[in-house]
């Protein structure tokens, strides 16, 4: 049988999702505790691997098993033997058709900023903080030029292996709270580090350091050189993946 399991998770103590040769994987320990639950190796597959410190509010993983235990017994099971960094959040039979990764329709990001003059010890590991007033209007304008199916080879990390650069972005969403700025970013899918480039290119137009247009250029450049350095990993959040209505998981 196929079990599918929402997931959330504070990355900064991993090197990612992803099994690690070096330093410890969020995938490792997920999988340790399914398999005590399910008296034999778990395998999972995830909607999108994350990277080192990047957080997950609703990571969607699918998985297996012969085991028979209803979903209160996975869910309580598996969290007795969770760091508390970690956390099963919901559990749900499903049909051997679904696949976490490719029957995704879309991801949900949220990178979340702390614009003020005074850093602060309480968010170090969950906003990036940056002291400079930030224009959000400008921001926002740039940030048109990225909607729509492009080549985003310039926001795309060297060590990305997926097979075409070619994406479609569906939205980049910006919110303002007191000194807290959020961007949500939706998509069919992304590339390595695509969310945390795109946001370090939005912060350099935010500090006008570059011009609305500049993300044009940087778009149609297909150069990842072009676009500057990459917004932290800490400040990264899956929020939520899309799934067809025939899975019934979106709602959850």
Same mark, same amino acid.
């Given at each position: 049988?196929?079990?599918?399991?929402?997931?959330?998770?504070?990355?900064?103590?991993?090197?990612?999702?992803?099994?690690?040769?070096?330093?410890?994987?969020?995938?490792?320990?997920?999988?340790?505790?399914?398999?005590?639950?399910?008296?034999?190796?778990?395998?999972? #597959?995830? *909607?999108?691997?994350?990277?080192?410190?990047?957080?997950?509010?609703?990571?969607?993983? !699918?998985? &297996?098993?012969?085991?028979?235990? &209803?979903?209160?017994?996975?869910?309580?099971?598996?969290?007795?033997?969770?760091?508390?960094?970690?956390?099963?959040?919901?559990? $749900?039979?499903?049909?051997?058709?679904? !696949?976490?990764?490719?029957?995704?329709?879309?991801?949900?990001?949220?990178?979340? #900023?702390?614009?003020?003059?005074?850093?602060? *010890?309480?968010?170090?590991?969950?906003?990036?903080?940056?002291?400079?007033?930030?224009?959000?209007?400008?921001?926002?304008?740039?940030?048109?030029?990225?909607?729509? $199916?492009?080549?985003?080879?310039?926001?795309?990390? *060297?060590?990305?292996?997926?097979?075409?650069?070619?994406?479609?972005?569906?939205?980049?969403?910006?919110?303002?709270?007191?000194?807290?700025?959020?961007?949500?970013?939706?998509?069919?899918?992304?590339?390595?580090?695509?969310?945390?480039?795109?946001?370090?290119?939005?912060?350099?137009?935010?500090?006008?350091?570059?011009?609305?247009?500049?993300?044009?250029?940087?778009?149609?450049?297909?150069?990842?050189?072009?676009?500057?350095?990459?917004?932290?990993? !800490?400040?990264?959040?899956?929020?939520?993946?899309?799934?067809?209505?025939?899975?019934?998981?979106?709602?959850?």
């Amino acid at each position: 049988m196929r079990i599918v399991m929402g997931i959330e998770y504070d990355g900064t103590a991993y090197n990612g999702w992803q099994k690690q040769n070096i330093g410890i994987g969020i995938q490792t320990v997920v999988e340790n505790a399914l398999s005590k639950v399910a008296n034999h190796q778990v395998n999972t #597959i995830c *909607a999108g691997r994350t990277d080192a410190g990047v957080h997950a509010r609703n990571q969607i993983v !699918h998985f &297996d098993t012969v085991t028979e235990r &209803d979903d209160y017994n996975w869910l309580a099971g598996v969290n007795s033997n969770l760091p508390p960094d970690i956390n099963i959040t919901w559990v $749900k039979n499903v049909s051997e058709e679904f !696949h976490a990764r490719f029957s995704a329709l879309e991801r949900t990001y949220c990178y979340e #900023i702390l614009n003020q003059k005074i850093r602060s *010890a309480l968010s170090r590991n969950r906003f990036w903080w940056i002291y400079e007033s930030l224009d959000i209007d400008l921001m926002q304008s740039g940030a048109k030029h990225l909607i729509g $199916k492009h080549d985003f080879t310039s926001f795309r990390a *060297a060590s990305c292996q997926a097979a075409s650069p070619i994406r479609e972005m569906f939205n980049i969403d910006f919110q303002e709270k007191g000194e807290l700025v959020s961007i949500t970013i939706t998509a069919n899918a992304f590339l390595q580090r695509m969310v945390r480039n795109i946001v370090g290119a939005l912060v350099q137009i935010g500090k006008q350091e570059k011009d609305v247009e500049w993300m044009y250029d940087v778009l149609k450049g297909q150069d990842r050189k072009l676009a500057g350095v990459a917004a932290p990993a !800490h400040g990264l959040t899956l929020l939520s993946v899309k799934y067809p209505n025939e899975f019934d998981i979106s709602s959850i």
